[in-house]
């Protein structure tokens, strides 16, 4: 009867760190949705010739004129597909996505699976699929776990078209709002304007194994030392200065250490969502002038922004996004010729003539990144 | 003179001894490199960095002393704070800070109480049953609640705005203050000291540790000792996640997990036995004290972050080996002690 009831109790122990571990997945996708987008566009473009080579096998699949369809416009279904519709993140999204339902009259749905797991987003696909939806736009939070699904998909003719998942195969196209090197020069940009230009600065990362974060920061340096000769990165240029280790307790702590140790720093970068919020606490409590200018979403850092000590924000805006991709997937179905995507207009701002990078897939990137200050910080409600 | 001799050779002796050592030599280290190390503001700095890990310690201190690892404390205390916020949110409470603590407490104690039912009635090993009931809060806190960063309520707020203590460094012009969580954190340290030191129970805690049958047949009441003891532990986590919030100024549910770790090194640092029946609330303020420091003065020492990581388990590593040095060398000398005799 005890042996009954511990395996009972283990089994239950077990299932509870499963459900713990996608429920993490999806509290760090979502505050800190800038990383996936851009890190995997580089990944990408690194290995170019497998991608061709599996473009050649399944040609017909990727071929975007099959995908015209010959139902009137008004009788196709666009369903978006999220990591979680009830993050405000994806709410925003909603907004671009219905605006472009009502400005074509196309019928557009959006849904997230009940759990944010992978699993759970498989699901939510199949019952599109399922329901003969004309074209699949998809923010996927695992893209392995959803290639047999899109596949059939496309194989049955519905038009695949993806956000934040360069490494995915099957789609006819992903979207990107960036690059990682422009948005790395947009924040260094956003703080030498900030900083009159001159002073030094230091650099935060949430770890310097995550990859974007180091992109951007790499990139941040080399705009800087090419564009801003009167700045200058603390500790002769190390890169990062601190990690946050995803804290923002962490990135508090490290900060103050980094105003005591340079008490004549004129700026500060963040990338991870919970770094600004750090160290504009550090530096309002220890009463410095510190322009603090960095990534993340704006009903968080909306605080500091209104006070004063994060300057400015840098993100992309999840609303066009959305828009974006249902436009992409529209063309296709109404067989407009978009080739491979190079230069593709999707009617946004930033997104009117975007680049292609083929890697996995065809990874279409915009310049969309959005400056967020005290002026324009009350527009954007996410 | 003889007393004095004596005094210092048990002092000597003792773990917390050398960890004071090590702390008084690489502050100085701290200082000469940067100059700002007893600067007031950095004093002020780290003591308001211990408070946390601090109150984790006492803990981590009764599991090891009496039973082994609880390396639930942490996700306790997220899931203990998210419930208590939430109900002040539910009932728009609006009265005093405590309130919501003592909230806390009960749902900490609960959780607790589940750990010490599992161990105490089946004889689990500690570390098992808390890593798997860690499992368990983290999913009900992440998965069943889907809980996010959020704003603290009002009352909340203003008592993380209330300081202890604000200090102003005169060269600099940076201050700081120490938040009235740090009373939180002496009050604990009393009440527990006096408990360990001063009660019947308290010794308990000890003897339970170092020998369960001694312990037995002495009349300690093993198993209600130790259930006792995940209780508190439980009530003491729910105070730390409420004070991490109250000092953050937001719940942030992900922060928590992964803390147990930092903590147990502290500890054993300041000489707790991982064998049980050893281990001092001193040792714990020391050797939380040493690993704060070190994490928050690699920085101001340009250590490069690449570094910052092998240095602090370094120093994890130098600390740890001091006890073990000592068993050594106290059986070298009984042997050759025992040589003479025959």
Known sequence: MKKKLFSVMLVAAMVASTLAG?????????????????????????????????????????????YKSDKDKSEWTIAVITKDNTAAWFKRMELGVNQFGEETSINV?????????????????????????????????????????????????????????????????????????????????????????????????????????????????????????????????????????????????????????????????????????????????????????????????????????????????????????????????????????????????????????????????????????????????? | MNTLKNKMNKYVKQTEFWVFLIILVLSLIIQGRSGAFFANNNLVDIARSMICPSIYAICALLAFVSTGPDVSFPLIAALSSYISIMIAYKTNFDGPWFVIFLVGMVFGALMGALNGFIIVKYKFPSLIVTLGTSSIFSGILLGAFEAERMDLPETLQRFGKLTLLAVKNEKTGLGSSLPMTFLILVVLYIIAYLILNYTLVGRGVYAIGGDEISAERAGFSVGKIRFGIFVINGMIAAIAGLSYSVMSMRYLPTEYAGGEMVVIAAIILGGTRLTGGVGTLKGCILGTLLLTMVTNSLILVGISVYWQKVFIGGIIIIGTAIPALQTYLNKKKKEVKAGEAA
């Open chain 1, 109 to 382: 749905i959006q849904k997230g699976p009940a759990n944010a797991d992978a699993a759970s987003q498989v699901e939510v696909v199949d019952n599109m699929i399922d329901q003969g939806v004309d074209a699949i736009c998809v923010v996927p939070i695992d893209p392995g776990a959803l290639e047999a699904s899109l596949k059939r998909a496309m194989e049955q003719g519905i038009v695949v078209i993806s956000h934040e998942a360069s490494n995915l195969e099957n789609t006819l196209f992903d979207t990107e709002a960036f690059t990682a090197d422009d948005f790395g020069a947009a924040i260094m940009d956003a703080l030498a304007k900030d900083m009159n230009e001159e002073g030094k600065y230091a650099m935060m990362v949430a770890y310097t194994t995550s990859t974007t974060h180091m992109e951007y920061a790499n990139a941040q340096y080399k705009h800087q030392q090419e564009t801003y000769p009167n700045m200058e990165l603390i500790n002769d240029g190390a890169i990062p200065t601190c990690e946050s280790e995803e804290s923002i307790d962490t990135s508090y702590e490290r900060a103050k250490e980094v105003l005591k140790a340079n008490p004549d720093l004129k700026g500060f970068t963040g990338v991870a969502s919970t770094d600004c919020p750090g160290i504009a606490k550090a530096v309002e409590e220890l009463g410095l002038d510190v322009k603090v200018v960095g990534v993340g979403t704006p009903n968080e850092f909306k605080p500091y922004v209104k006070s004063g000590t994060i300057t400015t924000v840098k993100l992309w805006d999840p609303m066009v996004s959305g828009y974006v991709m249902c436009k992409l997937a529209s063309d296709i179905l109404a067989g407009i010729e978009v080739g491979d995507g190079e230069g593709y207009n999707a009617g946004a701002e930033g997104y009117e003539a975007m680049t292609l990078s083929q890697g996995t897939n065809r990874c279409l990137i915009g310049q969309a990144d959005i400056t967020l200050t005290a002026e324009n910080i009350d527009e954007y409600d996410f």
């Open chain 1, 22 to 66: 996608c429920g993490s997945t999806a509290e760090t996708t979502e505050p800190a949705a800038e990383e996936a987008a851009a890190t995997e566009s580089t990944e990408a473009s690194s290995e170019p010739a497998e991608a061709t080579e599996e473009a050649a096998m399944t040609d017909d699949l990727f071929d975007v004129a099959n």
